[in-house]
């Protein structure tokens, strides 16, 4: 998708652009973010995706939780303006989402709402054990 699309898409959507030269932007708290984010990839979901990449529990979609990535553009709510070329090169009409891969944005670049994300198919894990929210 061509950059100007794109962020016309995302604007549409709501999600907000965070310019790097912005003096809110802090890049220390950015960096310690995606390391954190890092570390999600290591939860066991027991997500049961066939070799589509579709769900096996919920054969009727086939994108399982991922099928509204690219009506909410990957559910994020923020972008920083310097991924914006990365983000822009791996969005298509399937949004992330990519037959037989999954999602194909690296695991510090995805929302926190895509790696937390939890649909109940796995093997009876709820999602209080692993989005602990104790506000």
Request: proline share 4%; charged share 25%.
């Amino acid at each position: 998708m061509k950059k100007e699309l794109f962020i016309k898409h995302i604007t549409n959507c709501g999600v907000g652009i965070i310019p790097r030269d912005d003096p809110n932007f802090n890049p220390c708290i950015l960096e310690e973010f995606r390391r954190l984010k890092g570390f999600i990839q290591n939860i066991n979901f027991n997500c049961q995706i066939n070799k589509n990449g579709g769900c096996k529990e919920h054969p009727s979609t086939i994108r399982c939780c991922c099928d509204s990535c690219y009506n909410n553009s990957g559910f994020f709510r923020t972008m920083i303006d310097k991924d914006m070329g990365r983000y822009t090169r791996s969005f298509l009409k399937t949004g992330f989402w990519r037959k037989g891969k999954g999602c194909v944005l690296p695991h510090e670049l995805r929302s926190v709402v895509c790696l937390t994300h939890h649909c109940n198919c796995g093997d009876g894990m709820n999602e209080s054990v692993v989005y602990n929210d104790t506000n």
